[in-house]
């Protein structure tokens, strides 16, 4: 789940006034907006882990969709692909294993966003 900020001057602000924190850096980082066809992606997929090392952008919409397919030809062409299985089926494992902490996570994250955009529109009273 994205970490969202209350900023509803923002021209990617959603209805009620909260971006995405990961788009802010990215803008922030390039000095720019992003354009509309632009996006930031998470390389250790962890929607919320927006430090820098883990931000990839700006990439096009057309090599974001695209992405996956490199990756997987990568770990083809490395002779990764029995590695990459076995650490996918621990993967899924943990994940298994830590479900009541992601779900607990998720919540956190919905309920700072919540807080986010509450303060924001008290600031704006």
Not at 7 to 26: N, Q, S, W, Y
Not at 41 to 62: I, M, Q, V
Not at 64 to 84: S, T, V
Request: hydrophobic share 35%; proline share 3%.
């Amino acid at each position: 789940m994205y970490r969202l900020v209350y900023k509803p001057d923002h021209r990617r602000a959603d209805v009620t006034g909260l971006v995405a924190e990961h788009v802010l850096i990215a803008e922030q980082r390039l000095g720019r907006p992003l354009a509309r066809n632009e996006i930031v992606h998470h390389k250790n997929f962890n929607k919320s882990a927006n430090n820098e090392e883990n931000l990839l952008y700006p990439l096009t919409r057309a090599e974001h969709q695209r992405l996956p397919e490199y990756q997987a030809r990568f770990i083809l062409f490395k002779g990764l692909y029995e590695e990459f299985l076995e650490w996918w089926w621990a993967e899924q494992r943990k994940d298994e294993a830590n479900r009541d902490v992601v779900e607990l996570e998720q919540k956190l994250v919905r309920a700072q966003n919540e807080r986010e955009r509450l303060r924001g529109k008290e600031e704006s009273l």
